[in-house]
């Protein structure tokens, strides 16, 4: 189980037709569950709860899946079965295409230990433990030579920021500077899986924006696989390269952060859009003018990568903003038009970049 050649040959996580039902008859109910009893049905007439119904998401392995939710939706019960701290009712969780609902009771323990990390919301440090041993837990738990173990420590706390901190207690620091260390000990592991679950959602804004910048660097160095729960949206697009998300135990929708806010599935996620910064989210390529022709002959005058967000193309056009630019892809070939008018509207009346989309789409097609 605990090959070293993993963090090679990663494979991702899957999770396939997962249910869970909490209650001391649970089986005897997914039936009745996968034949449509809602959460309220289940309650008032067998006294069950419906944490989760036929779950499925396909995590790719180094990417940052979140799992977006109101409180109660079932996000932790969720993340909970990744590292089989909960049991499902019903469903496969693989990870590296292994089934973890399948695991005997040593293989779990190696599997937890070595494959997955987590990090918490209340950074769960010992009290009486200088920063880096709280740093080197895991690694002793492991029994990991005591020098080698300080030497990893010591540097995922200077990766975090916390250089020079390593001999505080806990409770000199700041909740920011807890949840460093609270990060340094899971990336201290080197698990392929680190499950965050709303680890940044008791930091203030400022400092959890600081620890969203710190994820994403050190992610960008890393190639973890991190599912990252959280009930913000900002926090959700800002870090999701895949966003799921969960109302009463159920996948709603799924997608990316352009997905999401473009063509929202329902009300519920509607409303979670409408207190978004579009200008931060949406690219220029849902806005632009696509063009009908692939070439115009001569070279455009000023040009604009297609997924730059609208309100980085402002800034570019604003300073002769009586020119369009020509936008365009990974490739550098043009692939549309945009004006400072366009991406102006589309800041303003979030209808006009829906209709562009759709009628880009129809374009490619
Ligand atoms: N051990 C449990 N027993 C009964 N119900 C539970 C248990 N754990 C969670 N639930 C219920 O499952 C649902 C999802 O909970 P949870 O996964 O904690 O939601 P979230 O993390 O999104 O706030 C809720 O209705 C919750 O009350
Ligand atoms: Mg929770």
Request: charged share 20%; net charge negative; glycine share 8%.
């Amino acid at each position: 189980m605990a090959d070293p050649a993993l963090h090679t040959t990663f494979g991702g996580i899957a999770v396939r037709n997962l249910y869970k039902i909490f209650g001391p008859n649970a089986a005897a109910h997914v039936d009745a569950v996968r034949n449509g009893m809602t959460k309220t049905e289940l309650n008032a007439v067998h006294g069950h709860v419906l944490g989760l119904r036929d779950i499925n998401i396909e995590i790719a392995s180094g990417s940052i899946q979140v799992i977006m939710g109101l409180s109660g939706s079932g996000k932790s019960t969720l993340i909970r079965h990744i590292n089989r701290l909960i049991d499902p009712t019903a469903g496969e969780v693989l990870v590296d295409g292994v089934d973890v609902v399948k695991m005997g009771a040593a293989e779990l323990r190696s599997f937890r230990r070595h494959q997955t990390a987590m990090v918490f919301q209340k950074f769960a440090l010992l009290p009486h433990r200088s920063v880096l041993d709280n740093t080197m837990f895991g690694l002793e738990i492991q029994g990991i030579e005591r020098a080698r173990s300080r030497d990893i420590a010591m540097r995922w706390l200077e990766r975090v920021g916390l250089k020079g901190f390593e001999s505080k207690y806990p409770n000199q620091l700041s909740g920011g500077m807890q949840q460093r260390v609270g990060l340094a000990r899971a990336l201290s592991n080197d698990a392929p899986v680190l499950l965050m679950d709303e680890a940044y959602s008791a930091l203030d804004p400022l400092i959890r924006m600081d620890m969203q910048s710190v994820l994403l660097d050190i992610q960008a160095e890393i190639r973890k696989t991190i599912v990252f729960i959280t009930h913000d949206l900002d926090e959700a697009l800002r870090l999701g390269d895949q966003i799921a998300i969960l109302r009463d135990g159920e996948v709603i929708q799924q997608g990316t952060s352009q997905d999401i806010v473009l063509r929202p599935a329902d009300d519920y996620v509607a409303s979670f859009v409408r207190e978004v910064n579009r200008g931060r989210v949406v690219h220029v390529e849902a806005v632009m003018t696509p063009l009908r022709t692939p070439s115009q002959g001569h070279a455009p005058a000023r040009t604009i990568a297609s997924d730059v967000t609208i309100e980085e193309a402002l800034r570019i056009l604003v300073a002769t903003p009586e020119d369009d630019a020509t936008v365009v892809d990974a490739a550098g070939k043009p692939v549309g038009t945009v004006s400072f008018r366009q991406l102006a509207g589309a800041m303003v009346n979030a209808h006009e970049i829906g209709g562009q989309q759709t009628a880009n789409r129809a374009n490619v097609a």
